[in-house]
């Protein structure tokens, strides 16, 4: 005998209760939940940088190694272009470039145009030798990349030359 098989009664679910309890509690917890302050927001970590002040010293006038980087108006390229200011400091550096072969030197060379960081680490070498109490300053056209000036701190570096002035141009009254 066959069965009868019941017809099946589906069920109404009503989710009005459902959806009023979900934003009682989603308002409950916006209202008990506390939020971070600016104290607890900040970093973890402190930074301090040194102070600074704008240096009014002038360059000496003596013992002092002046390393210009330019390009070169006719050739076009960037060159290192070195020179001492005392008189007899100029002979030393001429007779130490004399003797390291420096290409292009002769008796009345005064200024030496460098494009390559291997002489330019040899002339600050032979400027240290020639007079040790010696300062140092950089002076870089401001069309330049920082590339050139990079090249240069980098190489006093390795010859233990670490201070040195950089020279820029004064500000005039705003």
Same mark, same amino acid.
């Given at each position: 005998?066959?069965?009868?098989?019941?017809?099946?009664? =589906?069920?109404?679910?009503?989710?009005?209760?459902?959806?009023?309890?979900?934003?009682?509690? &989603?308002?409950?917890?916006?209202? %008990?939940?506390?939020?971070?302050?600016?104290?607890?927001?900040?970093?973890?970590?402190?930074?301090?940088?040194?102070? %600074?002040?704008?240096?009014? /010293?002038?360059?000496? #006038?003596?013992? &002092? !190694?002046?390393?210009?980087?330019?390009?070169?108006?006719?050739?076009? #390229?960037? /060159?290192?272009?070195?020179?001492?200011?005392?008189?007899?400091? *100029?002979? =030393?550096?001429?007779?130490?470039?004399? $003797?390291?072969?420096?290409?292009?030197?002769? $008796?009345?060379?005064?200024?030496?145009?460098?494009? #390559?960081?291997?002489?330019?680490?040899? *002339?600050?070498?032979?400027?240290? *030798? !020639?007079?040790?109490?010696?300062?140092?300053?950089?002076?870089?056209?401001?069309? &330049?990349?920082?590339?050139?000036?990079? &090249?240069?701190?980098?190489?006093?570096?390795?010859?233990?030359?670490?201070?040195?002035?950089?020279?820029? $141009?004064?500000?005039?009254?705003?």
């Amino acid at each position: 005998m066959s069965k009868i098989k019941k017809k099946r009664i =589906g069920f109404v679910l009503d989710m009005t209760p459902l959806v009023d309890i979900t934003f009682l509690l &989603l308002t409950f917890f916006m209202f %008990t939940a506390k939020f971070k302050s600016d104290s607890e927001n900040q970093q973890k970590f402190e930074i301090k940088r040194p102070r %600074t002040q704008s240096d009014t /010293a002038k360059l000496p #006038d003596k013992d &002092l !190694v002046m390393i210009k980087i330019g390009a070169d108006s006719v050739s076009k #390229d960037t /060159a290192f272009y070195v020179s001492m200011i005392n008189e007899q400091d *100029i002979i =030393g550096l001429r007779q130490a470039m004399f $003797e390291a072969k420096f290409p292009g030197i002769d $008796e009345k060379t005064s200024v030496y145009k460098i494009k #390559d960081t291997v002489w330019l680490g040899t *002339i600050i070498e032979k400027c240290r *030798i !020639v007079n040790q109490r010696a300062a140092f300053a950089i002076d870089a056209d401001r069309r &330049l990349r920082y590339y050139w000036v990079e &090249l240069a701190m980098n190489e006093m570096r390795k010859k233990r030359a670490t201070t040195f002035n950089f020279i820029t $141009e004064k500000k005039t009254g705003m």
